[in-house]
């Protein structure tokens, strides 16, 4: 795995009592990886403090976002912009320490023949910290609703911490479009188009060291109707007579 070349993408906002810390981490447990910061402008400095500390490591690269904000249209970015730079693989995890790197290299060697590895919380040796009885339900709600609408039978369908293989990140990136955490799904959703090897890799979930969640009612409300739409839009629908450029 050493061989290839691997990069991770960490979108950003708001994260600057987290973010150097994880990047050291990272380079703890993959020394070789390249990290793509991909920050929406934050104004608690987030970028500054990734530039500052890594001004000299070609490995990290900082990319500030000035237009619309959105956890969705900065993971695309950063998956365009790794692939662009040759990557074989690419992740994406996210920065406050709720995914903790010790786990990329069990990501990175589940990939085997696989396309896609999925970091999860409810597979033997996975689990997470104690949460809030609203994110408990909106997990185990996601679950069942995205099993049901959409026939996702991941047993941990609203994990952002995976890892990739170029050639089946490539087809589906011309089809996310969401500028939020809906793009979680929508990958997902996609890699089940494309019939993607998918592989499920156990991880422990912790709280988040730093900062406040984005989570908001506004968006679980959305989420349900949005659900439905992709089902609507793409259901029937093959990946190799639609994909596009990137």
């Given at each position: 795995m050493n061989e290839t070349k691997a990069a991770i993408v960490i979108p950003t906002y708001n994260e600057a009592a987290t973010?150097?810390?994880?990047?050291?981490?990272?380079?703890?447990?993959?020394?070789?990886?390249?990290?793509?910061?991909?920050?929406?402008?934050?104004?608690?400095?987030?970028?500054?403090?990734?530039?500052?500390?890594?001004?000299?490591?070609?490995?990290?690269?900082?990319?500030?976002?000035?237009?619309?904000?959105?956890?969705?249209?900065?993971?695309?970015?950063?998956?365009?912009?790794a692939i662009q730079a040759g990557s074989d693989i690419v992740g994406e995890m996210d920065a406050d320490f709720s995914h903790h790197p010790h786990f990329i290299p069990f990501l990175l060697a589940a990939l085997g023949d696989s396309d896609v590895a999925i970091g999860s919380r409810y597979i033997a040796g996975g689990g997470e910290e104690k949460r809030g009885v609203l994110r408990s339900w909106v997990t185990g709600g996601a679950r069942f609703y995205l099993r049901l609408f959409l026939g996702i039978t991941l047993t941990d369908p609203t994990s952002g911490f995976r890892?990739?293989?170029?050639?089946?990140?490539?087809?589906?990136?011309?089809?996310?479009?969401?500028?939020?955490?809906?793009?979680?799904?929508?990958?997902?959703?996609?890699?089940k188009r494309l019939r993607a090897r998918m592989v499920e890799v156990p991880i422990y979930f912790y709280e988040r060291q730093a900062g406040r969640s984005k989570l908001k009612l506004s968006i679980l409300g959305r989420y349900l109707w949005r659900v439905l739409w992709l089902r609507m839009k793409w259901t029937g629908k093959k990946i190799k007579e639609t994909t596009g450029n990137i």
């Amino acid at each position: 795995m050493n061989e290839t070349k691997a990069a991770i993408v960490i979108p950003t906002y708001n994260e600057a009592a987290t973010i150097v810390p994880l990047i050291h981490e990272i380079f703890r447990y993959f020394p070789g990886i390249h990290i793509w910061v991909i920050d929406d402008n934050s104004p608690d400095g987030t970028a500054q403090k990734v530039i500052d500390s890594f001004r000299n490591c070609p490995l990290v690269t900082v990319v500030v976002r000035k237009g619309k904000r959105g956890r969705g249209l900065a993971g695309r970015e950063g998956f365009l912009r790794a692939i662009q730079a040759g990557s074989d693989i690419v992740g994406e995890m996210d920065a406050d320490f709720s995914h903790h790197p010790h786990f990329i290299p069990f990501l990175l060697a589940a990939l085997g023949d696989s396309d896609v590895a999925i970091g999860s919380r409810y597979i033997a040796g996975g689990g997470e910290e104690k949460r809030g009885v609203l994110r408990s339900w909106v997990t185990g709600g996601a679950r069942f609703y995205l099993r049901l609408f959409l026939g996702i039978t991941l047993t941990d369908p609203t994990s952002g911490f995976r890892f990739f293989r170029r050639e089946v990140l490539q087809k589906i990136l011309p089809f996310l479009h969401a500028s939020d955490p809906f793009i979680v799904t929508e990958v997902n959703f996609h890699l089940k188009r494309l019939r993607a090897r998918m592989v499920e890799v156990p991880i422990y979930f912790y709280e988040r060291q730093a900062g406040r969640s984005k989570l908001k009612l506004s968006i679980l409300g959305r989420y349900l109707w949005r659900v439905l739409w992709l089902r609507m839009k793409w259901t029937g629908k093959k990946i190799k007579e639609t994909t596009g450029n990137i």
